[in-house]
T-cell receptor, first 113, second 115 residues
Framework: QKEVEQNSGPLSVPEGAIASLNCTYS??????FFWYRQYSGKSPELIMS????GDKEDGRFTAQLNKASQYVSLLIRDSQPSDSATYLC?????????????FGPGTRLSVLP | GAVVSQHPSRVICKSGTSVKIECRSL??????MFWYRQFPKKSLMLMAT?????????EQGVEKDKFLINHASLTLSTLTVTSAHPEDSSFYIC???????????FGSGTRLTVV
């Protein structure tokens, strides 16, 4: 069974610090990875996607992918209180029947003013 | 970018009635739409996958007769919660695949409260 795991948190960081969110997945052949942010009572919104090993940066966000370790992370620099939300890691698992989009349970981030 | 429009955003209904939730893909065609349910402080749970012109595929434990899914066109999928009960109160969200870069785009969600 394809699985995506995240530490549920809550992860608390002070304003201005770097928040580090981690995700592991079970299938070695997965190729597509996504980070979503979900505010309470709202639907998820895409932060960024990553497909290649290494880092991908977008503003204050950096996604890191290590396929050998089956690990993807999201770093948030200069964390702001408005970053307080649940962060969902998602992985596309492919098989002979198509592809499955699987979410991790999410990590709650709290940025303290 | 691609937008998935979901309505209504909030609905309160009496126990035993049925509620229909609509998801429309704007500016793109969604041959497949995914329906999720989310309880407070819990993760998204995939309920079913709707396919245009064919029967939906339901996840294990999801009652197909209770959660009726119709995907009659390439831009519209509906979820009907039949004979709703208080335990069906939840946040329902639809999503569609919008490409390798954008991944899956979500509707804004529907907060269902059954009283």
């Amino acid at each position: 069974q394809k699985e995506v795991e995240q530490n549920s948190g809550p992860l608390s960081v002070p304003e201005g610090a770097i928040a580090s969110l981690n995700c592991t997945y079970s299938d070695r052949v997965s190729q597509s990875f996504f980070w979503y942010r979900q505010y309470s009572g709202k639907s998820p919104e895409l932060i960024m996607s990553i497909y290649s090993n290494g880092d991908k940066e977008d503003g204050r966000f950096t996604a890191q992918l290590n396929k050998a370790s089956q690990y993807v992370s999201l770093l948030i620099r200069d964390s702001q209180p408005s970053d307080s939300a649940t962060y969902l890691c998602a992985v596309i698992f492919s098989n002979n029947y198509g592809q499955n989009f699987v979410f991790g349970p999410g990590t709650r981030l709290s940025v303290l003013p | 970018g691609a937008v998935v429009s979901q309505h209504p955003s909030r609905v309160i209904c009496k126990s035993g009635t049925s509620v229909k939730i609509e998801c429309r893909s704007l500016d793109f065609q969604a041959t497949t739409m995914f329906w999720y349910r989310q309880f407070p402080k819990k993760s998204l749970m995939l309920m079913a996958t709707s396919n245009e012109g064919s029967k939906a595929t339901y996840e294990q434990g999801v009652e197909k007769d209770k959660f009726l899914i119709n995907h009659a066109s390439l831009t519209l999928s509906t979820l009907t919660v039949t004979s709703a009960h208080p335990e069906d109160s939840s946040f329902y969200i639809c999503s569609a695949y919008t490409g390798q870069v954008a991944g899956y785009t979500f509707g804004s969600g529907t907060r269902l409260t059954v009283v």
